[in-house]
């Protein structure tokens, strides 16, 4: 999900069909349809309420959906991170999730980014 358009629409890419949806993940109706899956890369830093947006995420889950986090690994706020998770926050965070790091890589503006799959 994203505000603006990406240039496309469907794609299928090593057997797996992404579908881009534009809209605001923060206040999309997620009630209207189930999903495999969210990928949220560089996101989550704008959302002050991250267990509220985690929750509605989980609640539209298909059976056996995952939510794969791409974050920065800090929890110091700047103007371009608002409301940073670091990867042991997550974790401490969402206490009742599977959370497993998929793996991490140095970041170009300081510090790492982690990826993580977040099971309920």
Same mark, same amino acid.
């Given at each position: 999900?994203?505000?603006?358009? +990406?240039? #496309? +629409?469907?794609? &299928? !890419? $090593?057997?797996?069909?992404? &579908?881009?949806?534009?809209?605001?993940?923060? !206040?999309?109706?997620?009630?209207? =349809?189930?999903?495999?899956?969210?990928?949220?890369? $560089?996101?989550?830093?704008? %959302?002050?309420?991250?267990?509220?947006?985690? /929750?509605?995420? %989980?609640?539209?889950? /298909?059976? $056996?959906?995952?939510?794969?986090? %791409? &974050?920065?690994? !800090?929890?110091?706020?700047?103007? #371009?991170?608002?409301?940073?998770? /670091?990867? =042991? *926050?997550?974790?401490?965070?969402? @206490?009742?999730?599977?959370?497993?790091? %998929?793996? =991490?890589? @140095?970041?170009?503006?300081?510090? !790492?980014?982690? *990826? *993580? =799959?977040?099971? @309920?």
């Amino acid at each position: 999900m994203d505000k603006t358009g +990406q240039g #496309w +629409q469907k794609d &299928e !890419t $090593n057997g797996i069909a992404l &579908e881009f949806v534009k809209a605001d993940f923060s !206040t999309y109706d997620f009630k209207k =349809e189930k999903f495999n899956g969210f990928m949220m890369a $560089n996101s989550l830093h704008f %959302i002050k309420d991250k267990a509220a947006l985690v /929750s509605r995420l %989980i609640k539209a889950l /298909s059976p $056996n959906g995952r939510i794969v986090i %791409i &974050e920065y690994d !800090t929890d110091s706020a700047n103007n #371009w991170v608002p409301f940073p998770i /670091s990867y =042991e *926050c997550l974790v401490t965070t969402f @206490p009742d999730l599977s959370i497993k790091k %998929i793996g =991490e890589r @140095p970041s170009r503006f300081g510090r !790492t980014m982690y *990826c *993580c =799959e977040m099971i @309920p």
